[in-house]
């Protein structure tokens, strides 16, 4: 609407233009689906009146803000003002970004219409609403005891179930949206901060009937066992743990709440927070136009905001890149590689009467792995990717401590007991980078010359030994330094922004 645009056809082009990047940036998704799907739309007009059946839905007269120039009601998304909590002045109709706090557009102070800045006029409407108060016993009782929530999940949730629940608004008069299934209501449309949550019930419906398999959808959703597991930032809280666990309580069906809400901080741009209209930060596909994806997804999984606000830097991403990627994992994967092309004519060298030494570094693989899979179980991204990084260091300082190099002449099987015990490190290594930059652990696999897409291996393969004997490929760097400057690279960014235009 701002753009001029069919809403539509912008959210087609948006839609499109996001799976493109979602597959340049190597995520995958069983089902990724949009809440414009007709599979949606059935299932939420469905729900709701099964919420008014139960007699969870009631009609209000209210006032809504109406922006006398745009000659029409203002969404809350197209009101700013200043917050009634917090006084932060850049605060939208329905949420404050400063506070956190959910907000009812009328209180907002000095309100203006984002299109236009003319003040908008209040003015009646009878919309229909949705009793949340209704569910706070149940929700408090189900955060309380839903250990594994996050520590930001858990208080956001309880202070805000403390402060009061107030009824929701789930009817908006947009032309746009899903069309309100109450009687009565034809001119209305469901609002979709409400209703875009059960989307997850939904794409887990399409998903099995794209695969035939019509009912089990069931299983993730009623089976006592069943775990569903939400990936936000700190903003979208109160809508996983209050207002999409009431909407599947109001339907009195035995739906499985949220098991875990892995929300984060937020990441902050040199200092300050990220901003489309003010140009501050990097996007998705102008990152790619600078440097590889694996670059980008390592620093980023690295500075991961998973208990406080993190804030990306150029220095961060040069020091990232440089000094972990190339110095550090780099260098100990090709120096490692490129001896066993040289010395021993690319085969794996045979063990023999390995020392002390040897054997603690080989048998620290399995433990190492095991540690790995567990941090990713809890989440904890960076601590996992902090575990798979040791094997490089400690490959670098076992290879400094044994000179392999030095043996060669002296000790040749010292030497190839050396090279043996790295190589694992080596191939330990692309199974556990694949989670985090799997463009690099896939080019690793083929220059280890194994079979097969590591995508593919189970986790267990990362401590099954290369045998003796196996031919592996030329050494090739994978990574390699970036040559400019923090200075630098803002010029960089500006060249790849108006390229990216064009
Ligand atoms: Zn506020
Ligand atoms: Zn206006």
Known sequence: ?????????????????????????????????????????????????????????????????????????????????????????????????????????????????????????????????????????????????????????????????????????????????????????????????????????????????????????????????????YFIGKDNIPFHTIIFPALLLAVREGYALPWNVASTEFLQFEGQKFSKSRRIGVWIDEALQLFPVDYWRYTLISIRPETKDTNFSWKVFIEKVNSDLNDTLGNFIHRTLSFINRSFDSAVPKPRKLDERDKRTLQSVKKRTAKIAQNLEEFKLRAALRVVMRFSHLGNKYLNEKEPWNTLKTNPQASANALYVAVQFVKALAITLEPFIPLTAEKLWRLLNLSGKVHEQAWSEAAIPLQPGHKISKAEPLFHKIEATEEELPAMLEKARLNARK
Not at 21 to 30: A, Q, V
Not at 192 to 209: D, N, P
């Open 1 to 229: 609407m701002r753009l001029g645009i069919p809403p539509k056809k912008l959210t087609d082009k948006n839609h499109e233009k996001v799976v493109d990047l979602l597959k340049k940036w190597n995520i995958s998704f069983d089902n990724y689906t949009r809440t414009e799907s007709p599979v949606h739309k059935e299932f939420v007009q469905n729900h709701f009146l099964k919420i008014q059946n139960n007699g969870y839905i009631f009609t209000k007269e209210t006032e809504l803000l109406r922006c006398p120039k745009c000659d029409r009601f203002l969404p809350d998304r197209f009101v700013e003002g200043i917050c009634p909590h917090c006084s932060s002045e850049r605060a939208r109709g329905d949420q404050c970004e400063e506070c956190g706090r959910l907000l009812e557009t009328t209180k907002l102070i000095q309100p203006h219409c984002t299109i236009c800045q003319t003040t908008p006029i209040i003015e009646k409407v009878t919309h229909w609403y949705f009793d949340l108060p209704s569910f706070t016993k149940q929700l408090q009782e189900y955060i309380k005891n839903n250990k594994q929530l996050p520590e930001n999940a858990r208080n956001f949730s309880l202070n805000f179930l403390k402060e009061g629940l107030k009824p929701r608004a789930v009817t908006r008069d947009n032309k746009w949206g899903i069309p309100s299934p109450f009687p009565g209501s034809e001119d209305k449309t469901l609002y979709v901060w409400v209703e875009a949550v059960l989307g997850y019930v939904s794409a887990t419906i399409e998903y099995f009937q794209k695969q035939g398999e019509k009912k089990k959808w069931r299983e993730y959703w009623f089976d006592k066992d069943a775990k569903t597991l």
